[in-house]
């Protein structure tokens, strides 16, 4: 904790307390201010940010009671201590009903004062830091943005479709599995003039190879067997609102041929028919492939890429965005809060420390199971480590560990679990971990991962 940006008011009519409480404190390095009544306090706290004040109850004037209500109305995140004499716990207990953090008794030790004021400001912190994501979360469900991220790129994507949504420009979001394409493509459209027009998903890849051709284009009654009656096809049920073709790689050569031809054309002739019929819906697709090396590959012909790949979105792996995942889980939870009619607060710092480490390769829909897991194993008001499945107990932090030393435990734990993944392959390994060979045999030997 920086100790420069909580700064605390000290306040007592007597000097001498409260020139030796402001020394105690300053030489613990903290940024004190001081008052000498209720009044001067109140004033202070209105024109600085102050993160606690440390009160005396009996002062001539505005008292350390109403010191304390004051505050409380105005600024109910600063925290509280009151300073009380012998024989006046009623009154500390009432502070504490008040609002107050905790109470110290004069005389009181120095390390006790310090304690106090270290608690204090660690509720601080942790309110501030829940206001601050509640806040976010406010401005980008607001804007009805629901692409939850603060990290740099989550920004990126939510701009880029602020500037895209209104245009009719074929789209093409790729992501590894559960990264948010589809949450993308619902956002363009909402944010569209097509928005109270169809959004239609189809997801090519669950279509068997025969039938995906009449499903997309439709088809005339009689054109093969089964075809019972005219049948319309995705691209006209969308009409003028938007078609998202999820899974886009997987549709066979000779389809992407036909595909193309609409995408040029803005025409589409069902299976079996002789007419075109016009064709305006916006064109959304999405993989989860990476289609660039499909189309090296000759799987995926180029001039369809070129035609979906307008505009590009890429999602990142979340466990390449981790500071999404504070934002992420507070979204999670209060979602959940609503749907399971719960009243969990948030996640205590050592989560979020474990979910900030994980590897999450079903990334956000991963973290989404972790937390509906975690908010039904939760009976408190906070998300714990015990709630998280166990996975993610190996891997708890030990506080009492020098930096260095987590780092290392970390860094072994990371390298031999990509290890296993790649069956011992050190060159596939290094790729995926974005090393040199030779720098990871040379951390292999460090960490004692030989064996
Ligand atoms: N940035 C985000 N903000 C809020 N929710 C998100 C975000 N990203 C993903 N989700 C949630 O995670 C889940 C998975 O998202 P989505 O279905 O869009 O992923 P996908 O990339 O289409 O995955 P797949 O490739 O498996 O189809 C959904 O429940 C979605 O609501
Ligand atoms: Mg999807």
């Not at 008052?35 to 109140?42: H, I, L, P, T, Y």
């Not at 938007?242 to 054309?265: A, C, G, H, M, Y």
Request: aromatic letters at 6%.
């Amino acid at each position: 904790m920086n100790k420069n940006y909580n700064p605390i008011l000290v306040v007592d009519n007597e000097n001498s307390i409260r020139q030796s409480i402001t020394k105690v404190l300053e030489r613990a390095e903290y940024v004190v201010l001081q008052a000498e009544n209720g009044q001067k306090a109140s004033r202070i706290i209105s024109e600085t940010p102050v993160s606690l004040i440390i009160s005396d109850l009996s002062m001539p004037g505005i008292d350390g009671m109403s010191l304390l209500k004051i505050t409380k109305e105005q600024f109910p995140d600063i925290e509280f201590i009151m300073i009380t004499g012998h024989g006046t716990i009623e009154r500390a207990v009432e502070a504490i009903k008040s609002g107050a953090y905790d109470f110290i008794t004069k005389p009181f030790k120095r390390v006790n004062l310090l304690h106090v004021v270290e608690k204090a400001l660690e509720k601080y912190s942790l309110t501030a830091e829940n206001r601050y994501l509640r806040k976010q979360l406010q401005e980008i469900e607001n804007q009805k943005h629901n692409f939850v991220g603060n990290s740099k790129k989550a920004q990126e994507i939510r701009n880029l479709i602020s500037r895209i949504a209104r245009t009719p420009s074929n789209v093409l979001v790729s992501g590894e599995s559960g990264t948010g394409k589809e949450v993308i493509a619902r956002l363009i459209h909402s944010n569209s003039e097509r928005a109270n027009k169809p959004f239609v998903a189809v997801n090519c890849g669950a279509i068997s190879a025969n039938l995906i051709e009449s499903e997309l284009f439709g088809h005339v009654k009689g054109a093969f067997t089964g075809a019972i009656r005219d049948k319309e096809g995705l691209f006209s049920a969308a009409g003028d609102g938007t078609l998202f073709l999820d899974e886009i790689s997987t549709i066979p050569l000779n389809l992407q041929v036909k595909l193309l031809r609409v995408l040029e054309e803005h025409e589409v002739m069902p299976v079996g028919s002789t007419k075109n019929f016009p064709v305006n819906a916006r064109i959304i697709a999405a993989t989860n492939r990476d289609l660039q090396k499909e189309v090296a590959e000759k799987h995926f012909r180029e001039d369809l890429f070129f035609r979906l790949n307008v505009i590009e979105i890429n999602i990142p792996p979340l466990k390449h965005r981790a500071e999404d995942i504070p934002l992420l889980t507070t979204y999670f939870i209060n979602r959940m809060n609503r749907d399971l009619n719960k009243n969990v607060h948030g996640a205590s710092i050592e989560v979020l420390h474990l979910l900030q480490s994980h590897d999450w390769p079903g990334n956000v829909r991963e973290l989404e199971n972790v937390i509906e897991r975690a908010m039904i194993f939760c009976e408190g008001d906070m998300i714990e480590a015990s709630h998280l499945p166990s996975v993610f107990s190996s891997q708890s932090m030990d506080t009492s560990m020098s930096l260095k030393d987590s780092v290392a435990q970390f860094e072994r734990k990371h390298i031999s679990s990509v290890l296993n993944l790649t069956n011992g392959d050190k060159k596939e390994a290094a790729r995926l971990l974005d090393l040199g060979v030779s720098s990871l045999y040379r951390k292999i030997t460090e960490l004692g991962l030989e064996k």
